[in-house]
């Protein structure tokens, strides 16, 4: 059982391109999340999603972007790369958003936007 | 606002010493309160889920208790493994809330 697999594992970017981090999940979860990981600053909610087309804004998700047309992945989409967005990414996925549920997380993506 | 604070930010401590990591927490209607570890250059690894005050669950050496504002996770005479950082997080609804974590290390 592969849990969350996140890929790639390090990626460097120039500012201005774009890319995809890929996520997917082989344990039939509803709810996926991703988070940025800075120093000093906890783990911070991009994007989450409840089921397939469903979406929803988190805590800081201006320069990204997120489709979900499967249960199974949840790409993450960084339009035009800036310094800023250099961090650790980490994408997890649980049963459901509701009571009781537990998040696993893949192993993450570092980037750096130079 | 749904806040997590953990304290300390760090802490060392020599194999055997005991001690307990705090999360302290404002959120409107707790679900759920989680404990992770995450070791470096991996991501979090699950170990607790607490969902009501006077709640207590433990494993091996670890032991995470729950108030209505705040979780201490107890370390029992840990062990050079259990370095690592420990996370806090809390569940208001459709969405996590992290705290910044304790690095803890354990000197042999």
């Known amino acids: 059982n592969a849990g969350v697999t996140q890929t790639p594992k390090f990626q460097v970017l120039k500012t201005g391109q774009s890319m995809t981090l890929q996520c997917a999940q082989d344990m039939n979860h509803e709810y996926m999340s991703w988070y940025r990981q800075d120093p000093g600053m906890g783990l911070r909610l991009i994007h989450y999603s409840v089921g397939a087309g469903i979406t929803d804004q988190g805590e800081v998700p201006n320069g990204y972007n997120v489709s979900r047309s499967t249960t199974e992945d949840f790409p993450l989409r960084l339009l035009s790369a800036a310094p800023s967005q250099t961090s650790v990414y980490f994408c997890?996925?649980?049963?459901?958003?509701?009571?009781?549920?537990?998040?696993?997380f893949g192993a993450g993506t570092r980037l750096s936007v130079l | 606002e749904d806040q997590v604070t953990q304290s300390p930010e760090a802490l060392r401590l020599q194999e055997g010493e005991s001690s307990s990591l705090n999360c302290s927490y404002t959120?409107?209607?707790?679900?759920?309160l989680f404990w992770y570890r995450q070791d470096p250059g991996k991501g979090p690894e699950f170990l607790f889920t607490?969902?009501?005050a006077g709640e207590e669950k433990e494993k091996e050496r670890l032991k995470a208790t729950l108030t209505k504002k705040e979780s201490f996770l107890h370390i029992t005479a840990p062990k050079p493994e259990d370095s690592a950082t420990y996370l806090c997080?809390?569940?208001?609804?459709?969405?996590?809330?992290f705290g910044t974590g304790t690095s803890l290390t354990v000197i042999p």
């Open positions: 997890a996925s649980s049963y459901s958003a509701g009571t009781k549920n537990i998040q696993y």
């Open positions: 607490l969902y009501s």
């Open positions: 997080a809390v569940d208001p609804g459709n969405q996590f809330y």
């Open positions: 959120v409107s209607g707790l679900r759920g």
